[in-house]
Structure formats: C-alpha cells, structure tokens
C-alpha cells in the first residue's frame, strides 16, 4: 500500500518519526480500524533504530474529536462493545506513552475527550495557538477515559482537574500553557517548524542516555526521593559506559560538536 494512502500518515526524516492523524473529514476522531492503525505506526517508531524521536500531530482543522460521535452512541447500547472500544483506545494512549523514546505532540487545532489523553501521553507539548482542549466527557454523562484523570491531576492538581472535568470546560491555547498543560504556544503556521525544530535537536542527541532521562524522570512521579536517586545513580553508570558518553566527552575537550551514534 502507498504509505500517503495510509491513516495515519507516517513518515520518518532525519532521525525523526511523523504520526499525522488523517482523518480531517472527522476531526480525526477514532475508530476502533483507525486505532488499530495508529497502534501499528507507534510500534514502527518504537521497533526501528533510525527514529530518535517522534513527532504526533493531526491533519486538518483540528488534532483529534477522540471517540466518533457514532461510535460513542453505539457503546451506550451495547456494553460489550463500550469494554472494547474504552479498552482499544486506554491501550492506545499507554503503547504511546510508555515509548522509550522522547514523543512531541503538536497540537494543531482543537482536542476532545481520549484525544487529550493521547496528547497528554507525549512527553513534550507544542500547541497552536488555534489549539483547544475540550473535556466534553460530562456533557455527554460519560466518565473521562484512557488515562485522562491520572494526567490532569498530576498536572493542575485534584481540585483544579475536578473544575475542569466537572464542568466540562475547553480550555483555549493560552489557559493550556497557564495550566502547564502544553510547554510552549506558537502562531499556527509556525507550528509544525517548531515541533521540527525541538524534535531535530533530540533526534542528533545521545539516544540511550535520553531514554534513561526518560525513565529516571517518569520514576520520580511516583517515587520518593530516596528512590528516584539511587535510581539515577544506576542510570548514570549506565550511560558512562557507552559510546556516546565517550563521544560526548571527547568533544567537550576537542571544543567540537559531539556525533552521537545512538550506542
């Protein structure tokens, strides 16, 4: 199959992996056909050595609806298909945020319901500023899903994410990055340049050592300080050990631009 033919598009350039979610016509919403697609995208990015980093935006006007409205009515008649879909799509958000690698969403536009869960599942957010995230959820008596509690509160807080979710709000590009919910806001034509930009910069980095600062960080979420440093000590004398410390090391002294081998 052509791969521009594919949802999602998928591409890879210097070092760098582009998941574009390519159902415009829906406001990429999801199916459970368009899950199993992004799934398998996310697993070429993960699987292959030449991809340092990957990049998660959507076509169109807007990033993801999250559940397809049609979708969604379906679940409500039929609970066996709600277990399937609800699980399909939390499996999708965790296969995406448990990848090793650093993971940038460029949210270009509006993101509803499991949609913000899967932006939210990147470690690094660039949004436009035509970028908006709507938690719908209680406005159509759902309960939030795939990980989109457990997100929001680790980053506004417990009373902050039961304003939010309670009153079902959309939260425009500015309040998201007041929030911290995104790290940086940008004018919409300059997005997908600046998602390049920060995602180039990883992508020439050292890749193991990357991977470790991603878990060193992930851990101490949910670990004391005891446990979170001596965890870093074990991934520190992991990383001197390899090339590219080696590689790193020698630049700094040659006053020279390092070249990472990604070993």
């Known amino acids: 199959m052509d791969e521009q033919a594919r949802t999602p598009l998928y591409r890879v350039e210097e070092g760098v992996a582009w998941l574009t979610l390519n159902r415009p016509e829906t ?4 199916t459970p056909e368009f899950v199993h697609e992004i799934n398998d995208a996310i697993r070429r990015a993960e699987e292959d050595d030449a991809v340092r980093a990957l990049v998660v935006t959507g076509e169109g006007r807007g990033f993801t609806s999250g559940g397809n409205l049609s979708e969604l009515a379906a679940m409500n008649q039929d609970r066996r298909r709600a277990i399937y879909d609800v699980d399909s799509t939390a499996d999708m958000v965790r296969l995406l945020y448990n990848v090793k690698k650093p993971v940038i ?7 509803f319901g499991a949609g913000i869960a899967l932006a939210m599942a990147c470690d690094i957010l660039i949004a436009s500023e035509k970028a908006q995230f709507g938690f719908s959820f209680t406005g159509l008596g759902f309960c939030p899903d795939s990980g989109t509690c457990w997100f929001l509160t680790q980053r506004v807080g417990y009373n902050k994410a039961c ?4 009153s079902a709000k959309t939260l ?8 911290g919910l995104v790290n940086e806001v940008v004018p919409h034509e300059q997005l997908l340049p600046a998602a390049a930009k920060i995602a180039g910069r990883i992508a020439k980095g050292p890749a193991l050592a990357l991977m470790l600062q991603k878990r060193v960080l992930r851990n101490a ?11 870093e000590a074990v991934s520190q004398i992991f990383a001197s ?8 090391l020698s630049a700094a002294l040659e006053r020279r631009r390092p070249s990472f081998s990604g070993k």
């Open 105 to 111: 969403a460029a949210v270009n536009g509006p993101a």
């Open 27 to 30: 406001l990429n919403s999801f």
């Open 163 to 166: 304003e939010i979710l309670f």
């Open 221 to 231: 979420v949910s670990t004391s300080f005891e446990q979170n440093r001596d965890y």
């Open 241 to 248: 050990q390899t090339d590219d410390c080696r590689e790193g």
């Open 172 to 179: 425009n590009a500015e309040e998201l990055k007041a929030l």
